[in-house]
């Protein structure tokens, strides 16, 4: 589960394991852009890039969801400057 991804992540991280979030390739385009979160929220050391065998497409989404998440939070925090 998302959650366990999420506690191992930082298990790893706790006891100074390089730690990674994996999956399949029948994984769907939503659990690959929850991993991103889960990945990114973690600081994960790697990730994979998912779903499918080919890499076009799985690249394309993580990539995508990465650059869609970071553009929330530079948004959240340049308001959060405004305000404060």
Not at 58 to 68: K, L, P, T, W, Y
Request: proline letters at 1%; hydrophobic letters at 40%.
């Amino acid at each position: 589960s998302l959650a366990d991804t999420a506690r191992a992540v930082l298990l790893c991280k706790e006891n100074k394991v390089g730690a990674y979030v994996g999956g399949s390739c029948t994984e769907t385009d939503l659990s690959a852009q929850a991993s991103v979160h889960i990945s990114m929220a973690t600081q994960a050391d790697m990730m994979l890039a998912k779903p499918g065998m080919g890499v076009d497409e799985a690249f394309s989404i993580v990539g995508n969801e990465q650059n869609r998440l970071l553009a929330m939070l530079n948004r959240r925090r340049a308001q959060n400057e405004n305000v404060g």
